[in-house]
């Protein structure tokens, strides 16, 4: 909690010098005010109880009134002050955790649920981080109050500086555990509280509102929801319960000490031991002394849990890199022999089993190799290990036989293009969803439609309402404009994989071009045309594409079957049929479905 407290205070600092050092003055001038008007009126009570002239009173009163001016506005220049460091710290840290994101340049870290869990809850610290500054100026203003009434107090009369003390015991006692119970309680119900939001997406988002329409499983997801709602629910009321108790024993005991040493008090000022503002000053500090103490309890509650929060934040931001870096990395050399896999095995983790089980390939340059096998044969896999998203389990891939690992693997990257299975459909315009595979032809319309040409998807572009700066998505609509197609509109699934393919192919000569099933959404026709079309594209660059359809890889250089973890069988279609093996087993297969149709 220490080393996160210090991160967290330089963090702030980084983010905003000069507000993060004004907010210590105006909680110095908000916790002293109440110290000050305290002193001040037992100065004018004693004053007017010993018939001290008219002028110094009036210099009191005068006194008083700027204090209370002061004490009026400090909270709202406070409070904006508060308001303006809180987003500007959350801006800072917002940066900094998905600077710290994006240099995670490998996939397994998004992939473990507990990164997952991590990175959420470090998404709340910052999106809280106001909260944070909130409650600690708060807690600072406590506790400079009390200290000034303490110190008050001390010098005035240590007897009553005692008895004052003691009025804060029970408080300072129980609010201290219970803020320790409220953080725990938090850090408990936290993941319940998740995966009631998963349920709740679920049931509202269009991901799987088809599904649950179908198979009408809605009533059981909202089950779920709302028992896990049930389950935190019942740990809060828990927590409440204890609350409610404890504040009640605390604030009659409270009420006891401060009434205790009123009396005491009441009895010192009769007996000539303390002046008649001293009673004043008394009344002043227990009171403000046990509000002050109270609240700075239920910020250290706040602030503790924030600063769990931020725990994770620093986790994720000063994690190591995922995949090695080399020291001193290679420059990419374009490609010109060719990719070598050299007994590669790859499992997910140690829990997972083998996809890969020594897996030996030559990939030559400027040939076009195609890679079939049956679901899970680790095709996908062997494509995500050429982009280096991983690094093998055992074995080594060559780039022009240097190992993979000694480039950086965004060096090695602006050398591939790729369509994946799982390719991504963004929120953005058409022209945008196409860009973003090399955003500098943002502006550059000759590319831009060049790519969707390439990708037969031009005409689509072109016709929406607002040509390929038409927003494809229905989904930041207000209600007033939902009527208007010009807004947005929603592309078809083969629409959408064309798109994905005017991505890939919008980044200039790559050296190697992966397909990962790009026309499993196209009709027989257009997958006809698509294939002609990357055929023509492709020129003398290296092309790698994994399809189910063995029709649409026949005229590959190279066709690779992967079955079992490793190259099973390897050669031209002919050769492959000649062979009788899975291939020719497959084709046939396929073929004969083809005939059936026709029949
Ligand atoms: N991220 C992952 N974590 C753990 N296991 C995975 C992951 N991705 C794939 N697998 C597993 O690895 C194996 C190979 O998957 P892969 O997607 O590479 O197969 P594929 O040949 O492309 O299959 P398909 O033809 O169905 O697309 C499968 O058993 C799959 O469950």
Redesign the pocket.
């Known amino acids: 909690m220490t080393r996160t407290f210090r991160h967290v205070v330089a963090l702030v600092w980084r983010a905003a010098p000069r507000t993060a050092g004004l907010s210590p003055l105006l909680a110095l001038t908000a916790g002293l005010t109440p110290v000050v008007t305290a002193w001040l009126t037992k100065l004018a009570i004693d004053d007017l109880v010993a018939g001290a002239p008219a002028r110094p009173l009036l210099g009191l009163a005068a006194a008083l009134v700027a204090v209370a001016v002061t004490a009026a506005l400090v909270p709202h220049c406070g409070e904006y002050l508060r308001v303006t460091l809180g987003r500007t710290v959350g801006a800072h840290s917002l940066d900094r955790l998905f600077t710290a994101v994006g240099r995670f340049s490998g996939l397994a870290r998004f992939?473990d649920p507990a990164f997952q869990d991590r990175l959420r809850l470090a998404q709340q610290a910052t999106a809280t981080s106001s909260q944070l500054v909130d409650d600690a100026q708060q807690a600072l203003r406590g506790l400079l109050t009390v200290a000034g009434f303490a110190g008050s107090l001390v010098a005035l009369n240590p007897v009553m500086a005692g008895v004052v003390a003691l009025a804060a015991v029970p408080t300072v006692a129980a609010e201290l555990s219970l803020a320790r119970q409220r953080a725990d309680l938090m850090w408990r119900v936290g993941p319940v509280e998740r995966r009631e939001a998963f349920y709740a997406q679920l049931l509202g988002g269009t991901a799987a509102a088809k599904e649950i329409r179908l198979f009408g499983f809605g009533g059981w997801l909202r089950d779920r929801m709302l028992a896990e709602r049930r389950d935190a629910d019942r740990a809060k009321r828990v927590m409440d319960a204890r609350d409610a108790r404890t504040q009640s024993v605390l604030s009659g005991a409270a009420a006891l000490v401060a009434g205790g040493g009123l009396v005491w008090a009441l009895l010192a000022v009769r007996a000539g031991g303390l002046t008649v503002g001293d009673l004043s000053m008394f009344v002043a500090a227990v009171a403000g002394v046990q509000a002050a103490l109270s609240g700075v309890i239920s910020q250290y509650a706040g602030i503790h849990h924030q600063l769990l929060l931020f725990t994770h934040y620093l986790d994720v931001v000063t994690a190591g890199p995922d995949l090695p870096e080399p020291d001193r990395p290679c420059a990419v050399p374009p490609l010109r022999d060719g990719i070598e896999l050299r007994d590669v095995w790859f499992r997910?983790s140690d829990e997972?089993p083998w996809?890969l089980r020594g897996v030996n390939l030559h990939i030559p340059h400027g040939t076009a190799v195609a890679l079939v096998?049956?679901?899970?044969?680790?095709?996908?896999?062997?494509v995500k290990l050429l982009c280096r998203f991983y690094d093998p389990t055992a074995g080594t891939v060559y780039w022009d036989g240097v190992d993979i690992r000694r480039f950086r693997p965004e060096d090695l990257r602006a050398r591939l293009g790729a369509v994946f299975?799982d390719y991504v459909t963004y929120d953005l315009t058409a022209r945008e969803n196409i860009a973003v595979g090399d955003l500098g032809a943002l502006a550059d319309d000759e590319r831009i439609t060049g790519a969707a040409r390439l990708a037969g998807v031009h005409d689509v572009l072109r016709g929406l309402p607002r040509g390929y700066d038409t927003l494809l998505t229905r989904m930041f609509f207000d209600h007033a404009d939902k009527a208007d197609a010009d807004t947005g509109v929603v592309l078809s699934g083969g629409q959408w994989q064309r798109l994905a393919l005017a991505r890939a192919f919008l980044r200039e000569r790559p050296d190697l071009v992966m397909l990962d099933?790009p026309s499993a959404g196209l009709d027989a026709e257009a997958e006809h045309e698509l294939h002609r079309r990357i055929r023509r594209h492709r020129g003398r660059h290296t092309s790698l594409l994994?399809s189910?359809r063995l029709a649409a890889v026949r005229d590959a250089d190279l066709i690779v079957v992967?079955a079992d973890g490793v190259v099973a069988e390897l050669g031209a279609h002919p050769a492959l049929v000649a062979r009788g093996g899975q291939y020719a087993r497959l084709f046939a297969l396929q073929a004969s479905g083809y005939r059936e149709e026709a029949a």
């Open positions: 992939e997910y997972h996809v096998g049956l679901n899970g044969a680790g095709k996908s896999t062997l299975q099933e994994i189910h992967l």
